[in-house]
């Protein structure tokens, strides 16, 4: 065993230095409402990657065993971006990088992790130093990456109309996640946020994540979609209504996940549509959700062991990319829209325009970098707010101060409690949402 890393060590060494300079992906950058790669529009041809899914959690991309067995794959499909959900920030990322990189593909990554991520239900006491260390450690890791496209700062968050208050904290994240990048990174890493599939409040949160002074808007938005269900159109889906919806909205949106399953096998009809002039003056592309099989069954690769097996959605999603080109030119874009308006503070959408101040003792790192970084394992940052202080944004008074099981903080909870027992029981576990977020309007969390 020993011998057998000591090798594996030496040739990945040799295989990263071999490499290292012949990286194909050049960065990402946003123009408008829109992603480019030098002068040509970039469109996101896209899978949710998380192999092992919510129940199974592990970083893919630590463990080159995976990331090799799966990129061919990739590239067969025809993909040109990833997205993934967790990782872990201790953990060495250089192979699969590499690797992803020489077959052409980009990473957008969740920064957060099941301890380290915004609590929908006590926001304000989980913005603190501890989660922002572990934000800020995963960017420097991800940020020396050509090809780390983007970072989502948060997944689904805000679900309903009771979490809409939560928006300010995911706003002032992406505020510090910027400013962080601009100070620590060598090039400018778009941040951005992954809405769920819920009508009551995605305009809102779009509008609201591009409104504002210029540091504290996103570069990006995207939602989860699954809307085009078997064969559909693109007004059978209501997709003319979001491209009506988004018309001038001034960053680039795409889906960060679709793929319906409500026909199975999928034929993926829509990437055709999606594609295509109808949409590209607004979308930029899509993920679909997911590449491997899970117990949810939205896989398109079923694993096993170091096997593979392509399943039919598969073969039919690598038909309609292989068949379905890019709009010529830049397909549409607009360059110079306004950013969005704020949306009035209603009891629908209670998120204040004033965000929380950037917490004091996270400014060491801020200022000098996050430092080592700390890995998944730790104390989480998930803290049960002690006091009326830890539960107030911005713009608010007197709210109820939560009702603490009296549980120091949330390591301590969810230790205990474990996975959705500790979610049912806490509700505290939600920034991070792998897995299936939601579909058919029931959230499904781990
Ligand atoms: C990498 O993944 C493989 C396949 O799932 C697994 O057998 C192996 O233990 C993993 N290696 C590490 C270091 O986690
Ligand atoms: C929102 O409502 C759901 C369902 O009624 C409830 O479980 C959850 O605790 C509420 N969240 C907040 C932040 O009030
Ligand atoms: C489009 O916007 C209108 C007005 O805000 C909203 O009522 C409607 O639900 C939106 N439609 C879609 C498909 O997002
Ligand atoms: C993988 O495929 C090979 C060849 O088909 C087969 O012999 C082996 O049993 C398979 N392994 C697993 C874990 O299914
Ligand atoms: C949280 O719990 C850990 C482990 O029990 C403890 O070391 C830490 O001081 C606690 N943090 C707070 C804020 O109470």
Avoid at 74 to 98: F, P, Q, W
């Amino acid at each position: 065993m020993k011998g057998l890393t000591a090798t594996l060590v030496a040739t990945s060494s040799l295989l990263f230095s071999g490499i290292a300079s012949s990286q194909i992906t050049e960065p990402v950058t946003v123009k408008g409402n829109a992603f480019f790669v030098g002068n040509d529009r970039f469109y996101i041809r896209g899978v949710d990657y998380q192999p092992g899914g919510s129940s199974d959690l592990a970083d893919p991309l630590s463990n080159t065993t995976v990331c090799k067995r799966d990129i061919s794959y990739m590239k067969d499909l025809g993909l040109n971006t990833i997205r993934v959900y967790t990782s872990d920030n201790s953990a060495s990322h250089d192979e699969c990088m590499e690797l992803l990189s020489e077959a052409g593909i980009y990473l957008i990554l969740d920064v957060n992790a099941p301890k380290f991520s915004i609590s929908r239900d006590f926001p304000v006491a989980s913005y603190n130093e501890v989660y922002l260390q572990h934000v800020f450690a995963t960017i420097d890791v991800f940020s020396k990456y050509t090809n780390t496209l983007g970072f989502f700062a948060a997944n689904e968050v805000i679900n309903a109309a009771n979490s809409t208050r939560a928006a300010a904290v995911v706003k002032a994240l992406i505020r510090d996640m910027r400013k962080y990048i601009a100070k620590h990174s060598d090039r400018p890493i778009p941040v951005g946020y992954s809405a769920a599939d819920v009508a009551e409040n995605r305009r809102e949160m779009a509008h609201y994540l591009n409104c504002g002074s210029d540091d504290v808007r996103a570069d990006f938005f995207a939602f989860n979609d699954y809307s085009w269900c078997g064969p559909s159109s693109f007004v059978q889906s209501g997709w003319n209504k979001k491209v009506e919806n988004y018309t001038d909205y001034s960053i680039p949106l795409f889906l960060s996940e679709f793929g319906c399953i409500e026909v199975k096998p999928r034929t993926f009809s829509e990437v055709k549509t999606l594609y295509s002039t109808q949409m590209t003056g607004v979308f930029s592309g899509g993920l679909v959700y997911e590449f491997t099989q899970e117990p949810n069954n939205y896989g398109l690769v079923q694993i096993d062991g170091d096997n593979v097996t392509a399943l039919t959605d598969y073969d039919n999603l690598k038909k309609q990319y292989s068949s379905t080109k890019n709009p010529p030119g830049d397909g549409g874009y607009q360059k110079d829209l306004p950013p969005s308006d704020c949306p009035e503070r209603t009891f629908l959408w209670e998120a204040s325009n004033t965000l929380p101040d950037f917490p004091s003792a996270a400014s060491a790192y801020m200022d000098n970098g996050a430092g080592k970084p700390k890995g998944t394992n730790g104390v989480s940052s998930q803290f049960v707010p002690q006091s009326q202080k830890d539960y107030n944004l911005p713009g608010e008074s007197g709210a109820p101060a939560p009702s603490s099981s009296g549980s120091a903080n949330q390591s301590d909870q969810g230790a205990a409690a474990g996975g959705m027992a500790g979610l049912a029981a806490g509700g505290l576990w939600m920034g991070i949402v792998v897995g299936l977020g939601t579909i058919a309007g029931v959230m499904l969390l781990f």
